[in-house]
């Protein structure tokens, strides 16, 4: 999923402020916080992606 245009700017500053292993795992989870309905705990992003 590719995020809104208005989004770029917020996604490369978060970027920088992690380290890499950690930024693909957070990139997964904001993705999936923007595909699921309902509660959006961790539990139920990953089980929505």
């Known amino acids: 999923m590719i995020p ?3 989004a ?9 402020h992690f380290t890499s292993p950690t930024y693909p795992r957070f990139s997964v989870l904001l993705v999936g916080a923007r595909v699921t309905t309902g509660r959006r705990t961790a ?7």
């Open 8 to 16: 770029h700017d917020l996604v490369r500053v978060l970027a920088r």
């Open 43 to 49: 539990a139920n992003l990953l089980r929505t992606l």
């Open 4 to 6: 809104p245009p208005e």
